[in-house]
């Protein structure tokens, strides 16, 4: 039985999801809408070039070269600012604004960004309100965990969002306590899809079509963001929605070889090594031979050895 899916979002993953992997999984996939690893506003109107570093595909009016739609993801607490520069992002292109409540990093949380705003809802509210107000028929949407250390101002955190006029809601199904530690708490979602009267995304766990198709019965959410699944199962989005099987050993290594041709084009190809190792160890969850062509390269730091490894597999499966 099939889930019944509505919109299928590539969730923003900080170092992880950048323009490069966003650009390859829209290229192979039938994501909806893709979020941006989020700019960090503090005090300050940011310059252009700020958010096209972030967003390259504000270059070609907010689209991936795929097609699929991007929008600029916003981390920060002051209300006015981030009003200031949510208007800078839909100038620029963004296909709407999106607000970070929901980054557990310690360094982020300590800035009072992220997912420590979830400790205090009224300033979820003035911040999603002032936003709002300044983007008018602009598409907002925000993203949320249960709470912070509980779920106890759940409730609260949601209220917030909804009063303060936000287009479309999140849940990432764990605290932030939680981190990423199995399992989502999907269930939790389900009360706030039925009283809300905008669009519920559900978020958090989802690894496959059976993750998919027990989450939208669990929430109630026909919106689902995929983060990390769609790093261990790469086509993760036909699976679901069209009942493709999911990239054989071939079709996978042929994708790890694009990858590296466009990573080495690219102004972070001194990263490839390590960001290339970190793909593999989320393939390694789907994938046998994706852990084996770790181990074959996990000591490997030239990039010439690394790409004849996986050219050497490829020729053998």
């Given at each position: 039985?099939?889930?019944?899916v509505?919109?299928l979002?590539?969730?923003p993953?900080e170092?992880?999801?950048?323009?490069?992997m966003?650009?390859?999984?829209t290229?192979i996939n039938?994501?909806?809408l893709?979020?941006?690893?989020?700019?960090?506003v503090?005090?300050q109107?940011?310059?252009a070039?700020?958010?096209?570093r972030?967003s390259p595909e504000?270059n070609n009016?907010?689209y991936?070269?795929?097609?699929?739609?991007?929008?600029?993801?916003l981390?920060?607490?002051?209300p006015?600012?981030?009003a200031e520069?949510?208007?800078t992002?839909?100038?620029l292109?963004?296909?709407g604004?999106?607000l970070?409540?929901?980054?557990?990093?310690?360094?982020v949380n300590?800035?009072?960004g992220?997912?420590?705003?979830?400790k205090t809802?009224?300033?979820i509210?003035?911040?999603?309100s002032?936003v709002?107000?300044?983007?008018?028929?602009?598409?907002l949407s925000?993203k949320?965990?249960?709470?912070?250390?509980?779920?106890?101002?759940f409730d609260?955190i949601?209220?917030?969002?909804?009063?303060?006029g936000?287009?479309?809601?999140?849940?990432?199904?764990?605290?932030?306590?939680?981190?990423?530690?199995?399992?989502a708490h999907w269930h939790f979602i389900k009360?706030v899809?039925?009283?809300?009267?905008?669009?519920i995304i559900a978020?958090?766990?989802?690894?496959?079509?059976?993750d998919?198709?027990?989450c939208y019965?669990?929430?109630?959410?026909?919106?689902?963001?995929i983060g990390?699944?769609?790093l261990?199962l790469?086509?993760?989005?036909h699976?679901i929605?069209?009942?493709?099987?999911p990239?054989?050993?071939?079709e996978?290594l042929?994708?790890?070889?694009l990858?590296?041709?466009?990573?080495l084009?690219?102004?972070?190809?001194f990263?490839?090594?390590?960001?290339?190792?970190?793909?593999l160890r989320?393939?390694?969850r789907?994938?046998?031979?994706?852990?084996?062509?770790f181990?074959?390269?996990?000591?490997?730091k030239d990039?010439?050895?690394?790409?004849?490894?996986?050219?050497?597999?490829?020729r053998?499966?």
């Amino acid at each position: 039985m099939n889930p019944t899916v509505d919109k299928l979002i590539l969730a923003p993953m900080e170092g992880v999801a950048d323009a490069l992997m966003r650009d390859l999984l829209t290229s192979i996939n039938c994501f909806d809408l893709c979020i941006t690893e989020f700019v960090r506003v503090v005090d300050q109107k940011l310059p252009a070039h700020v958010f096209k570093r972030i967003s390259p595909e504000l270059n070609n009016q907010g689209y991936t070269p795929a097609g699929t739609p991007v929008r600029v993801q916003l981390l920060g607490q002051d209300p006015n600012w981030l009003a200031e520069n949510a208007l800078t992002a839909i100038a620029l292109g963004s296909h709407g604004v999106d607000l970070n409540f929901g980054c557990p990093a310690k360094t982020v949380n300590k800035s009072k960004g992220g997912a420590v705003l979830l400790k205090t809802p009224e300033q979820i509210y003035r911040i999603i309100s002032t936003v709002k107000s300044a983007l008018g028929s602009q598409t907002l949407s925000a993203k949320i965990r249960l709470g912070f250390d509980s779920t106890e101002l759940f409730d609260e955190i949601v209220d917030a969002v909804l009063a303060g006029g936000a287009d479309q809601l999140t849940i990432h199904a764990r605290t932030k306590a939680d981190g990423y530690r199995p399992p989502a708490h999907w269930h939790f979602i389900k009360p706030v899809t039925e009283r809300a009267n905008i669009d519920i995304i559900a978020n958090g766990e989802i690894w496959s079509k059976t993750d998919a198709h027990n989450c939208y019965l669990q929430s109630n959410c026909a919106s689902l963001m995929i983060g990390r699944g769609a790093l261990s199962l790469p086509n993760i989005t036909h699976v679901i929605r069209n009942n493709h099987a999911p990239y054989n050993d071939k079709e996978l290594l042929q994708l790890l070889l694009l990858y590296c041709e466009k990573e080495l084009k690219g102004d972070k190809s001194f990263y490839f090594s390590s960001r290339l190792k970190q793909w593999l160890r989320y393939l390694s969850r789907n994938y046998p031979s994706a852990k084996i062509l770790f181990d074959a390269v996990k000591r490997l730091k030239d990039k010439n050895e690394i790409i004849e490894q996986i050219s050497f597999h490829s020729r053998n499966v």
